[in-house]
């Protein structure tokens, strides 16, 4: 049994959490978030991806996007690269999906710009 | 010709939108935003990362998502926009001189003004690092713009001064993008970012954080960055000799702060506060000169923009009682002066008619605190304190000061912050 | 065959290939960077001296004093700005005193118009902020600021306008003798030409020991300096100078012609002329020694850093001379402080020493001697409406510190020295100059470059060669670094 030291990424108040990583049992966290957090981090840490795809037809040339919820954080890079694969075309809307089930993560790849 | 409204509102980033969007509410039907770029959003249209609106929308937004929730609600008013346009001068009567290629040279007139013209980043030439000076040292917010709006890529091999949440951010977005993040150097032994920055942008990727660091040399006789060397600094902030350590790169980013954008406003003759390079307000954004509001970081700069979209509020209602006449005028009943361990204090003025139930007042701390008491004093009597855990520089602070406890204040009310079992 | 090859584009070469435009000539520059005014002339203390430094009967002596007089109708002529704003020397001790008093004499003796020594209590009055242990000053009214790279380049502007040749990107590596004259070898360039000019600044004397012996030797002596906000740029109203010392004349305090504040520079010897780092050290003693003349400075609103290289050399004048081995061969070296005074006296010294060396001057039945730009910020509301109606690019404001519109952007772009950098753009018409040191600006000036020059924003660059700004595109598979 180890006890495993980090800071809460959930919001901007960074709470310093302890979690048991046999019994997930989480301590620090000054709200239910912050449990869930650290029970994730130990067992399927996860991260918003938040990026770029090429847009045609806009002001600019990129479009920003976000994955809709977190994914694995080993996916990242890979994900950077399925997103170097793709290309829109303006008019696009927030919230409007770029790529579904992003590498078979079942989260979505969503515009977070209207352009 | 001159052109009258009753509202301008100097830039459009989520200030501008802010505060056009209260004082419309609020009753005011003519109100022009000018924004210098081509669209409405500000700064945060390159702040593509998530962490906006957890506390004004209660969910986690990216900034574009954020900003365009502003857009879409002033789009739903009749607040006119002029983007592409840039102010040149504002004078002490309320005129603006503006100048875009559509309209040509123009003169406005308002009936009030609120100023919301946001911040720059600091640059080298501001902080002087030592050595040569090829291309590839830029702030992060340069990069971050190209990078993001553009989509461009700045450089390969990067070393980062300065640990402010936009230098954490843009390591992060330039390793996803596939450059190599070598060093991120903080000149303080603490980092002013947040610390899920420090955790998601630069604990994820390996990317190492040198505390009491700087950057003590740059090279590049060639045109573009090749080497910087970075030394331990003592406890003066000098680099220590013999600990001095090389990385090959080829950028540099820099972000090393942020200053508010008041030539306008100085220019206009606004009285400007040293501590904060903004202007001095009063308890409703309103300046030294009567009818000119401002808020957002023309006055301060912030660490969350949900704090700037509360202030912003604050100073287009105000704005649009001014324009109604039925604001708090003439000087101040209360001038909040800056005690041990607090920097600046925002608003630095108070006029108790236009407090209604309690002002808010923001501060930051100088130093790094476990924890301490919050004091607030007026001539030699304590009128409140506060409780609060962790205190630091990279984090503002905010108190509200009830009015029934302001009423029994005089002259100058001093805030302080004594450091617990210090 | 030309009859003229001036080697390097700084501010002498500049010069000297005006006063050769106003001749029947075949005449070319030839000058190592994509850009002229890129060596000391463009980091320097950007001042037209008075003249009373020079020991009397030297060259420099001469030549500042009379340089200064044809500086300023030169750039009331080729609009490049330029204020008599008369300079102080300060005197904080009786050895100070004595060393004013001194050059006043000199001063006298050179022929420097208005010299004269104040009390303390005149020179409080004229400039408050000065430090209160000034005892006296020397104050000389014909001191001037100027902009020294836009000073080189109208004088490069009107050279080529009016008929000589320039050929930037050629640095040269050989000079043979043939009959009649030289073979240059300048980058793509061989150049056959009767005689040369050598205006290579801090490499003169390599220059030189390609055509002819061995003459005299660069010791390159570096300069730091800090350019602080247009918030400090009232803090005096003269130049102000400490007693000069055998370093030079010390750490001044001046406006700029741009409205900023200059403050510096050290002394230091460097072993190579392009070594413009700026170092932890040498900023401190500027800071230190600044603080003696003007202690209120606020570095806080320092906007940038950066360092020039005097053309010093083992001689204590000017080298000015047809070299006695090379017929034709004529040395401009040496010109360290006040050699952007004097330019264009240097100029006109040159001239005789190539008709001396057989030139033939036969002045041309016309030469076009005007020069001037749109300055947007410079304008009433009334011309600013009037510009924006006829062009409205006038009308978008680029460099939101200075001021400075696309259209003027362009017009630099297309003026008759065309500009490859953003710094180029920046010496023709000053955006990045401001505060923000070009960061909201110039990835807009560099789009406005690809766009008029129709390269691509990628191959634009920042400065000299090499000085590339951007790596390629984001969303390249495996990331774009790699």
Redesign the interface.
């Given at each position: 049994m180890a006890i495993r030291k980090m800071i809460c990424i959930t919001c901007p108040r960074g709470c310093h959490l302890e979690v048991d990583d046999e019994t997930l049992q989480v301590r620090g966290n000054t709200c239910p978030k912050g449990e869930e957090y650290g029970r994730n981090e130990v067992t399927d840490p996860r991260r918003v991806l938040t990026s770029t795809v090429r847009i045609e037809g806009a002001a600019h040339c990129r479009l920003p996007v976000k994955t809709a919820a977190p994914i694995p954080k080993p996916l990242l890079l890979k994900a950077m690269d399925a997103l170097a694969e793709v290309t829109v075309k303006a008019p696009v809307r927030v919230g409007e999906v770029v790529i579904r089930d992003l590498l078979g993560t079942g989260v979505d790849l969503v515009a977070t710009k209207e352009m | 010709m001159t052109e009258y409204h009753d509202l301008i509102v100097i830039g459009g980033g989520p200030a501008g939108l802010a505060a056009a969007c209260a004082a419309w509410e609020k009753g005011v039907k003519d109100i022009l935003i000018i924004e210098?770029d081509?669209?409405l959003g500000g700064i945060l249209?390159q702040c593509?990362?998530?962490?906006f609106g957890?506390t004004y929308f209660k969910e986690?937004?990216?900034?574009?998502?954020y900003a365009?929730r502003f857009i879409k609600m002033l789009f739903d008013t009749g607040v006119k926009v002029r983007t592409?346009t840039?102010v040149?001068s504002i004078t002490e009567n309320k005129e603006v001189?503006a100048?875009?290629?559509?309209?040509?040279?123009m003169?406005l007139r308002a009936k009030a003004i609120v100023l919301t013209m946001g911040c720059?980043?600091r640059?080298?030439?501001?902080i002087?690092i030592?050595?040569?000076?090829?291309?590839?040292v830029?702030?992060a917010?340069?990069a971050q713009?190209?990078?993001?709006?553009?989509?461009?890529?700045?450089?390969?091999?990067v070393v980062i001064l300065g640990s402010g949440d936009i230098g954490l951010i843009m390591a992060r977005?330039m390793t996803?993008?596939?450059?190599?993040v070598l060093a991120c150097v903080e000149l303080m032994p603490y980092s002013n970012g947040?610390?899920?920055n420090?955790?998601?942008c630069l604990n994820?990727f390996d990317i190492p954080l040198y505390l009491a660091h700087t950057i003590?040399?740059i090279v590049g006789?060639?045109?573009?960055v090749e080497k910087v060397v970075v030394s331990a600094v003592d406890e003066n902030r000098r680099?220590v000799p013999g600990t001095e350590m090389e990385f090959d790169c080829?950028t540099v980013l820099l972000s090393v702060g942020l200053i508010p954008e008041n030539?306008l406003s100085?220019n206009a003759g606004i009285e400007i506060d040293r501590r904060t390079s903004g202007p001095v307000v009063f308890e409703n954004m309103e300046t030294s000169i009567p009818g000119v509001f401002a808020a957002g970081n023309v006055v301060h700069v912030h660490?969350?923009v949900d704090f700037v979209t509360g202030e912003s509020q604050r100073a287009g209602r105000a704005a649009a009682d001014y324009i109604a006449g039925s604001s708090a005028a003439g000087g101040a009943d209360l001038e909040l002066a800056n005690g041990e361990h607090v920097n600046y204090t925002v608003p630095q003025k108070i006029r108790l008619a236009g407090v209604d139930k309690a002002a808010g007042v923001f501060f930051r701390v100088n130093k790094v605190m476990a924890a301490g008491t919050v004091r607030v004093m007026s001539g030699g009597v304590q009128i409140a304190a506060f409780k609060r855990q962790h205190m630091a520089p990279g984090e503002m602070e905010q108190i509200q000061l009830p009015r029934a406890l302001l009423e029994k204040a005089q002259g100058t009310v001093t805030i302080s912050v004594e450091e617990a079992n210090a | 065959m030309v009859d003229v090859t001036i080697i390097g584009c700084g501010v002498i070469g500049a010069a000297t290939a005006y006063e050769l435009a106003h001749y029947d000539l075949r005449t070319v520059v030839v000058e190592r960077e994509n850009d002229v005014s890129t060596g000391t002339t463009k980091a320097n203390s950007a001042i037209i001296h008075a003249g009373y430094d020079p020991e009397p009967g030297t060259l420099m002596a001469r030549l500042n004093v009379e340089g200064n007089r044809r500086t300023k109708e030169i750039a009331a002529r080729l609009d490049v700005p330029c204020k008599e704003i008369g300079s102080l020397v300060l005197a904080f001790d009786e050895a100070d005193v004595k060393t004013v008093e001194e050059l006043y004499r000199r001063g006298v003796a050179n022929g420097v118009p208005g010299v004269r020594v104040l009390s303390a209590q005149e020179v409080q009055a004229l400039e408050p902020n000065l430090s209160k242990e000034v005892k006296a000053a020397l104050l000389a009214p014909s001191a001037a600021i100027i902009s020294p790279w836009e000073m080189c380049l109208a004088l490069a502007e009107t050279a080529v306008k009016n008929g000589v040749e320039l050929r930037l990107n050629s640095p040269v590596t050989a000079i043979e003798k043939i009959e009649g004259g030289y073979r240059v070898t300048a980058g793509d360039s061989v150049i056959e030409t009767r005689t040369i000019v050598n205006a290579a600044g801090v490499h003169a004397d390599q220059i030189n020991d390609l055509a002819a012996p061995h003459a005299f030797t660069t010791r390159p002596s570096r300069g730091e300096y800090y350019l602080m906000d247009k918030s400090q740029g009232a803090l005096v109203d003269h130049v102000i100078f400490q007693c000069p010392n055998k370093d030079g004349k010390g750490v001044l305090v001046s406006p700029t012609v741009h409205g900023n504040l200059i403050v510096g520079p050290n002394a230091e010897d460097v072993a190579d002329g392009d070594d413009v780092a700026v170092t932890a050290a040498g900023l401190d003693f500027v800071r230190e020694k600044a603080a003696k003349s003007v202690p209120g400075i606020n570095y806080r609103d320092s906007i940038r850093n950066f360092s020039g290289v005097r053309a010093v050399t083992d001689q204590p004048d000017f080298v000015i001379c047809e070299s006695p081995a090379a017929k034709g061969f004529i040395n401009l070296g040496g010109i360290k402080s006040p050699g952007l005074s004097s330019a264009p006296a240097i100029a006109a010294e040159a001239v005789k020493l190539l008709a001396g060396a057989g030139v033939e001057l036969k002045e041309k039945a016309s030469f076009d001697d005007s020069r001037s730009r749109v300055r947007f910020k410079e304008l009433s509301s009334k011309e600013k409406t009037a510009l924006v109606e006829k062009d409205p690019a006038y009308g978008r404001v680029i460099c939101r510190c200075e001021t400075i519109t696309e259209g003027e952007i362009v017009d630099a772009l297309h003026s008759v020295i065309p500009p490859v950098s953003i710094d180029g753009v920046k010496r023709r018409c000053n955006p990045g100059m401001g505060r923000c040191q070009g960061g909201f600006c110039g990835p807009r000036v560099q789009e406005i470059i690809a766009r008029e020059l129709g390269i691509s924003q990628q191959e634009v660059l920042q400065d000299k060669a090499g000085s590339r700004i951007i790596f390629g595109q984001t969303k390249q598979k495996g990331g774009a670094a790699q």
């Amino acid at each position: 049994m180890a006890i495993r030291k980090m800071i809460c990424i959930t919001c901007p108040r960074g709470c310093h959490l302890e979690v048991d990583d046999e019994t997930l049992q989480v301590r620090g966290n000054t709200c239910p978030k912050g449990e869930e957090y650290g029970r994730n981090e130990v067992t399927d840490p996860r991260r918003v991806l938040t990026s770029t795809v090429r847009i045609e037809g806009a002001a600019h040339c990129r479009l920003p996007v976000k994955t809709a919820a977190p994914i694995p954080k080993p996916l990242l890079l890979k994900a950077m690269d399925a997103l170097a694969e793709v290309t829109v075309k303006a008019p696009v809307r927030v919230g409007e999906v770029v790529i579904r089930d992003l590498l078979g993560t079942g989260v979505d790849l969503v515009a977070t710009k209207e352009m | 010709m001159t052109e009258y409204h009753d509202l301008i509102v100097i830039g459009g980033g989520p200030a501008g939108l802010a505060a056009a969007c209260a004082a419309w509410e609020k009753g005011v039907k003519d109100i022009l935003i000018i924004e210098r770029d081509k669209e409405l959003g500000g700064i945060l249209n390159q702040c593509i990362h998530n962490g906006f609106g957890l506390t004004y929308f209660k969910e986690e937004l990216t900034g574009p998502e954020y900003a365009g929730r502003f857009i879409k609600m002033l789009f739903d008013t009749g607040v006119k926009v002029r983007t592409d346009t840039m102010v040149l001068s504002i004078t002490e009567n309320k005129e603006v001189h503006a100048v875009n290629n559509f309209d040509g040279y123009m003169v406005l007139r308002a009936k009030a003004i609120v100023l919301t013209m946001g911040c720059r980043e600091r640059t080298r030439g501001a902080i002087g690092i030592p050595g040569d000076r090829p291309a590839g040292v830029l702030t992060a917010g340069a990069a971050q713009r190209y990078m993001n709006i553009e989509g461009y890529m700045v450089g390969k091999r990067v070393v980062i001064l300065g640990s402010g949440d936009i230098g954490l951010i843009m390591a992060r977005r330039m390793t996803l993008e596939g450059a190599k993040v070598l060093a991120c150097v903080e000149l303080m032994p603490y980092s002013n970012g947040l610390n899920r920055n420090i955790v998601q942008c630069l604990n994820d990727f390996d990317i190492p954080l040198y505390l009491a660091h700087t950057i003590t040399d740059i090279v590049g006789k060639h045109g573009r960055v090749e080497k910087v060397v970075v030394s331990a600094v003592d406890e003066n902030r000098r680099p220590v000799p013999g600990t001095e350590m090389e990385f090959d790169c080829d950028t540099v980013l820099l972000s090393v702060g942020l200053i508010p954008e008041n030539e306008l406003s100085r220019n206009a003759g606004i009285e400007i506060d040293r501590r904060t390079s903004g202007p001095v307000v009063f308890e409703n954004m309103e300046t030294s000169i009567p009818g000119v509001f401002a808020a957002g970081n023309v006055v301060h700069v912030h660490d969350l923009v949900d704090f700037v979209t509360g202030e912003s509020q604050r100073a287009g209602r105000a704005a649009a009682d001014y324009i109604a006449g039925s604001s708090a005028a003439g000087g101040a009943d209360l001038e909040l002066a800056n005690g041990e361990h607090v920097n600046y204090t925002v608003p630095q003025k108070i006029r108790l008619a236009g407090v209604d139930k309690a002002a808010g007042v923001f501060f930051r701390v100088n130093k790094v605190m476990a924890a301490g008491t919050v004091r607030v004093m007026s001539g030699g009597v304590q009128i409140a304190a506060f409780k609060r855990q962790h205190m630091a520089p990279g984090e503002m602070e905010q108190i509200q000061l009830p009015r029934a406890l302001l009423e029994k204040a005089q002259g100058t009310v001093t805030i302080s912050v004594e450091e617990a079992n210090a | 065959m030309v009859d003229v090859t001036i080697i390097g584009c700084g501010v002498i070469g500049a010069a000297t290939a005006y006063e050769l435009a106003h001749y029947d000539l075949r005449t070319v520059v030839v000058e190592r960077e994509n850009d002229v005014s890129t060596g000391t002339t463009k980091a320097n203390s950007a001042i037209i001296h008075a003249g009373y430094d020079p020991e009397p009967g030297t060259l420099m002596a001469r030549l500042n004093v009379e340089g200064n007089r044809r500086t300023k109708e030169i750039a009331a002529r080729l609009d490049v700005p330029c204020k008599e704003i008369g300079s102080l020397v300060l005197a904080f001790d009786e050895a100070d005193v004595k060393t004013v008093e001194e050059l006043y004499r000199r001063g006298v003796a050179n022929g420097v118009p208005g010299v004269r020594v104040l009390s303390a209590q005149e020179v409080q009055a004229l400039e408050p902020n000065l430090s209160k242990e000034v005892k006296a000053a020397l104050l000389a009214p014909s001191a001037a600021i100027i902009s020294p790279w836009e000073m080189c380049l109208a004088l490069a502007e009107t050279a080529v306008k009016n008929g000589v040749e320039l050929r930037l990107n050629s640095p040269v590596t050989a000079i043979e003798k043939i009959e009649g004259g030289y073979r240059v070898t300048a980058g793509d360039s061989v150049i056959e030409t009767r005689t040369i000019v050598n205006a290579a600044g801090v490499h003169a004397d390599q220059i030189n020991d390609l055509a002819a012996p061995h003459a005299f030797t660069t010791r390159p002596s570096r300069g730091e300096y800090y350019l602080m906000d247009k918030s400090q740029g009232a803090l005096v109203d003269h130049v102000i100078f400490q007693c000069p010392n055998k370093d030079g004349k010390g750490v001044l305090v001046s406006p700029t012609v741009h409205g900023n504040l200059i403050v510096g520079p050290n002394a230091e010897d460097v072993a190579d002329g392009d070594d413009v780092a700026v170092t932890a050290a040498g900023l401190d003693f500027v800071r230190e020694k600044a603080a003696k003349s003007v202690p209120g400075i606020n570095y806080r609103d320092s906007i940038r850093n950066f360092s020039g290289v005097r053309a010093v050399t083992d001689q204590p004048d000017f080298v000015i001379c047809e070299s006695p081995a090379a017929k034709g061969f004529i040395n401009l070296g040496g010109i360290k402080s006040p050699g952007l005074s004097s330019a264009p006296a240097i100029a006109a010294e040159a001239v005789k020493l190539l008709a001396g060396a057989g030139v033939e001057l036969k002045e041309k039945a016309s030469f076009d001697d005007s020069r001037s730009r749109v300055r947007f910020k410079e304008l009433s509301s009334k011309e600013k409406t009037a510009l924006v109606e006829k062009d409205p690019a006038y009308g978008r404001v680029i460099c939101r510190c200075e001021t400075i519109t696309e259209g003027e952007i362009v017009d630099a772009l297309h003026s008759v020295i065309p500009p490859v950098s953003i710094d180029g753009v920046k010496r023709r018409c000053n955006p990045g100059m401001g505060r923000c040191q070009g960061g909201f600006c110039g990835p807009r000036v560099q789009e406005i470059i690809a766009r008029e020059l129709g390269i691509s924003q990628q191959e634009v660059l920042q400065d000299k060669a090499g000085s590339r700004i951007i790596f390629g595109q984001t969303k390249q598979k495996g990331g774009a670094a790699q």
